[in-house]
């Protein structure tokens, strides 16, 4: 026996250096069983050729099952001698789960009592040791270094598989290890659905803290380390919140916090090939350049993002934010091409993609459609069929769930009707538009909105009104209105 061998206390045999425990496996079932009826594996199982080759495949899950079945035996019962949970036993026999640690391994097959004929090395209690060596790899996380079993200075090659098979559960276990489980993904993806559809009727403020807070954490997971499938999703949900960051930050009127945003969400989207991402983010890059002074720029944004969108709501939002930047450059036959799409896009039919599944700001309903349209026609001065549009919008926020309706869109449309009014001189019927908006607290006063009336007030106070009281009146409620405060919301969020 080795000098630095360790040997059962029990029966004083040698352990296995894969047996952390102070007693073989025979005695510690042994031990176990005294208080508990003994589960038998008849000798025929052992000869079973599914059996024999299950093992030596190191299909655990498979010899589990097969064993269990030949034996008569239930999942508990193979739980309690191997020492595994009756549920991970579940999922390792459903091959959802598998057993890629060399310790628990070699727990298994000597708790199941497998014949020492059966078991490779370096479950064999007389197979040779491991000598270990220095191997450095690199996985998701930052400055990963294992130590490996080595391979070289081994003659003996069945020793030298049973390294090399050493090796590969090693590396499995290590990757495979992580800094996230799936439950807590899933509680991150629920925070961001949450968020999103808070986002059309919540206080700008509170979306702001939420979204920075979640985006923080989804930050200090990716520095972590998880296998390449959790880091896709946390990449994506990272993404996600940075998309909406953006929204937020173009609401708040600081173009070009949204831009650094977007930049990083593309950064995200390039890193792990996700096109729905990268749809959504040159939508939004098109969306915040149609409000800005590069409108031409919001058209060249579309143009590449419709590449990226082939159909659903997501091909309906580009088609819908290109009609209306065209509209704005007077582009009038670009703007009904664009319409043209989304009316084609509107009736296909596609699956949800991976943004438009956390709902709210990301997604296109119906009434966001119609306010869309409304708007490109409000742009084009076709102030019948924008009133038309804009009130078909305001109908359907106000007729469908309480938590869907945007109290941005449903402001900017009743100012599309207000405008149509104005421009037919039904001053009055612009009014009972404007009031609801003037009515709007001070937190939800998107900046956009704010330019928006600005851009009415200026209607107002056109020579052709200059007699109208009631015109006079309304510019001055109009004029000075004030978009989100938003140091005074930095103070108190």
Excluded at 137 to 148: A, K, Q
């Amino acid at each position: 026996m080795r000098k630095d061998a360790r040997a059962c206390v029990g029966c004083a045999c040698r352990l296995s250096q894969y047996n952390l425990e102070d007693r073989c496996a025979a005695c510690s079932r042994d031990r176990q069983w005294e208080a508990h009826p003994r589960p038998s594996i008849p000798d025929a199982v052992w000869l079973d050729p599914d059996v024999q080759a299950a093992i030596a495949s190191w299909d655990f899950g498979l010899a589990s099952r097969l064993i269990r079945e030949r034996a008569g035996l239930r999942q508990d019962d193979m739980a309690f001698m191997t020492g595994l949970s009756q549920s991970f036993l579940s999922m390792l026999e459903a091959g959802s789960r598998r057993l890629t640690n060399l310790d628990k391994a070699a727990r298994f097959l000597q708790g199941i009592g497998t014949p020492d004929a059966l078991l490779t090395p370096p479950f064999r209690e007389n197979a040779a040791p491991v000598t270990p060596g220095r191997a450095t790899y690199s996985g998701p996380g930052p400055d990963r270094h294992d130590t490996l079993p080595a391979t070289h200075d081994v003659t003996d090659l069945n020793v030298l598989a049973a390294q090399a098979a050493g090796q590969s559960l090693h590396f499995a276990d290590e990757i495979t290890k992580t800094n996230v489980s799936d439950v807590e993904l899933e509680g991150l993806e629920a925070t961001l659905t949450g968020i999103a559809n808070d986002y059309v009727h919540a206080p700008l403020h509170k979306i702001f803290t939420n979204l920075v807070r979640t985006r923080d954490h989804l930050f200090s997971l990716l520095n972590g380390r998880q296998p390449i499938g959790q880091t896709r999703e946390l990449f994506l949900l990272a993404g996600t919140s940075c998309l909406l960051l953006a929204h937020a930050s173009q609401n708040l009127g600081d173009e070009d916090a949204a831009i650094a945003q977007l930049q990083t969400a593309w950064t995200f989207a390039e890193q792990v090939d996700h096109n729905d991402l990268r749809a959504w983010v040159k939508g939004t890059a098109a969306l915040i350049a149609e409000w800005s002074t590069r409108r031409q720029t919001a058209l060249d944004y579309t143009r590449q993002a419709i590449q990226l969108a082939p159909g659903g709501e997501t091909r309906i939002r580009i088609a819908a934010i290109e009609a209306r930047a065209a509209a704005r450059v007077g582009d009038r036959a670009t703007a009904m091409a664009a319409l043209e799409d989304l009316q084609r896009a509107r009736e296909q039919k596609a699956a949800p993609d991976a943004l438009t599944r956390f709902g709210g700001l990301l997604t296109f309903p119906e009434a966001k459609q119609e306010y869309y349209i409304g708007g490109t026609f409000a742009l084009l001065g076709e102030h019948q069929l924008a009133e038309r549009h804009a009130t078909a919008a305001i109908d359907l926020y106000e007729n469908g769930p309480e938590e869907r309706r945007s109290y941005g869109d449903e402001a900017l449309a009743r100012l599309d009707i207000a405008t149509a009014r104005i421009a037919a001189g039904e001053i009055e019927g612009a009014s009972e538009q404007l009031q609801p908006i003037l009515d709007l607290p001070a937190d939800r006063r998107i900046r956009q909105l704010g330019d928006a009336m600005h851009a009415v007030t200026r209607l107002l106070q056109e020579p052709r009104l200059a007699r109208s009281a009631v015109a006079r009146d309304l510019a001055d409620a109009t004029r000075g209105y004030q978009a989100i405060d938003t140091r005074t919301k930095a103070l108190t969020a």
